[in-house]
């Protein structure tokens, strides 16, 4: 067995009474880096979940650009 590992953020989402959530593997709450997945996060029909995943940005080809997801994260307007 192996994981494919992408050029991005490993991330929790979390999703319960208090909304949604998003947080990094060492526990910092980067919810407001990640507006726009917050927000669909927020319109999944779950009353709770806990989603486990990576984070990444695809560039033109469908590859995983690390370079990409850094600069829409620092940036004053939406994560996508």
Request: aromatic residues 6%.
């Given at each position: 067995?192996?994981?494919?590992?992408?050029?991005?953020y490993r991330s929790q989402i979390i999703i319960d009474d208090g909304g949604a959530r998003i947080f990094t593997r060492r526990?910092?709450?980067w919810t407001s880096k990640y507006?726009?997945?917050?927000?669909?996060?927020?319109t999944l029909d779950v009353?709770?979940?806990?989603i486990d995943g990576e984070?990444?940005?695809l560039n033109?080809?469908?590859?995983?650009?690390?370079a990409a997801l850094r600069k829409a994260i620092t940036r004053r307007g939406s994560f996508v």
């Open positions: 067995m192996h994981e494919a590992k992408f050029d991005g526990g910092l709450d507006r726009d997945l917050t927000a669909a996060a927020r009353e709770n979940a806990m984070v990444v940005v033109e080809a469908g590859l995983s650009d690390f």
